[in-house]
């Protein structure tokens, strides 16, 4: 049983940078696998970015390959989202997820915990 809230989001221009942050309360973090999912007005969710209950096993979609780091630090209960060189079609709201398995897989209906997403917008 987790709650998750997520910060970090705003207005960027495109070719700017955020870092996300996605902060747990729960005794059993370090257990769960964490995604990054995103959904932009009038589209599905969409898979972004996972990584394992370790770390040691990340995820991107091929979208934001190279662009994006999902890292995490158990001891303070924190994901994180590193976006670079950000693109208008970034634009869209990201939430957090954690899934009770503890691998860095895709699908949301896998992810038991949702936050309330925050809004990153990206100009061009």
């Known amino acids: 049983q987790v709650q998750l809230v997520e910060s970090g989001g705003g207005l960027v221009q495109a070719g700017g940078s955020l870092r996300l942050s996605c902060a747990a309360s729960g005794r059993t973090f370090s257990t769960y696998a964490m995604g990054w999912f995103r959904q932009a007005a009038g589209k599905e969710r969409e898979f972004v970015a996972a990584?394992?209950?370790?770390?040691?096993?990340?995820s991107y979609a091929e979208s934001v390959k190279g662009r994006f780091t999902i890292s995490r630090d158990n001891a303070k209960n924190t994901v994180y989202l590193q976006m670079n060189f950000l693109k208008p079609e970034d634009t869209a709201i990201y939430a957090c997820a954690a899934n009770r398995y503890g691998s860095a897989s895709s699908p949301p209906v896998e992810y038991d915990y949702w936050g309330q997403g925050t809004q990153v917008t990206v100009s061009s």
């Open positions: 990584i394992s209950r370790g770390g040691g096993v990340t």
